[in-house]
């Protein structure tokens, strides 16, 4: 007899560091079979990718590079593959981060991650209400302008415009979410986010299923 096929599943990428599985939580609660692997094999099979993060953008980069899972996203990408980024795995996708000058991020996208002013609370730690500057984005089908995610971070990324597909106002414009053909990625966290982050999630593992 052969070996049965998968079903179709997400992978979340197992860098060893950070609760990775708050995020694969956040998958299955919304029917999606997840696996949390480091196994290129098994990754390469899957039809779309996590990438979460919490933490030093510094140490993240360095076990994500000596996991040599930097490859595996880097190569999922360019393929196309619906691929997620959140939180500090979204920072990661940029060039650079103030948090660990000299450090590359996998430079995905343009952009740097800045410290948010010294004026501001640090960590951005709350509840905040999102501002679309695109309607038209596939992961926020059923989500309103406006509607409530969950934050927490220090750091946020500055990039072009054309980019972002939401922000939220922390005493400045920060961005919350961008998009780059199959790429998306969020500085707020979906799986902490209640109705949002679900509907979110249903989102994201629909066109992983239709990829």
Request: proline residues 6%; aromatic residues 8%.
């Amino acid at each position: 007899m052969g070996t049965e096929p998968l079903q179709p599943f997400l992978a979340v990428l197992d860098y060893g560091i950070g609760n990775l599985r708050s995020a694969q939580k956040g998958f299955e609660r919304v029917g999606a079979d997840v696996r949390l692997s480091n196994d290129p094999a098994l990754i390469a099979d899957a039809v779309g990718l996590v990438l979460p993060g919490v933490g030093h953008f510094g140490s993240c980069m360095k076990e994500l590079r000596a996991s040599k899972l930097d490859e595996v996203a880097m190569s999922a990408i360019e393929a196309g593959k619906p691929f997620l980024g959140i939180c500090v795995g979204m920072q990661m996708l940029f060039e650079s981060s103030d948090e660990a000058p000299g450090v590359p991020g996998l430079g995905v996208l343009p952009g740097h991650v800045r410290l948010l002013p010294n004026d501001l609370p640090r960590p951005h730690m709350q509840w905040n209400k999102l501002k679309f500057l695109r309607q038209e984005c596939s992961l926020l089908e059923g989500i309103g302008n406006g509607d409530w995610a969950y934050f927490v971070h220090s750091y946020a990324a500055e990039t072009p415009e054309d980019l972002i597909v939401a922000t939220c106002d922390y005493g400045v414009e920060v961005t919350a979410m961008v998009e780059k053909g199959s790429l998306w990625a969020t500085q707020f966290h979906p799986e902490k986010s209640g109705d949002l982050g679900r509907k979110f999630a249903e989102n994201f593992y629909s066109q992983a299923l239709r990829k």
